[in-house]
């Protein structure tokens, strides 16, 4: 009767469950304060009247192009091929 403390044996059993939790809500939180608010990794979509507006073809070739890593004639040519392979307003 020395070892025994009256439920001893229902915190050993609890207590692998707590640390399963809290590890898993220490994750979830570091997760949450990178990815930011929107769950993306990317976080590029910027809101419009409520809704996440996705980034097009021409607003990456922009970016790129005003960051640096395409020079004007790979821009100019890349945009004129966007052109010819939209399809027409109506």
Known sequence: ????DGGGWA???FMPLL???LIGLAVWAVIRLTHGPSGGAGGRGE???GRERRETPE?????RYASGEIDTDTYTE??????????RQQ
């Open 1 to 4: 009767m020395m070892y025994w």
């Open 11 to 13: 915190w050993m059993a």
């Open 19 to 21: 640390w399963i939790v």
């Open 47 to 49: 809101t419009w009247e």
């Open 59 to 63: 607003d990456i070739l922009d970016r």
């Open 78 to 87: 890349a945009r004129e091929r966007l052109a010819a392979h939209r399809p």
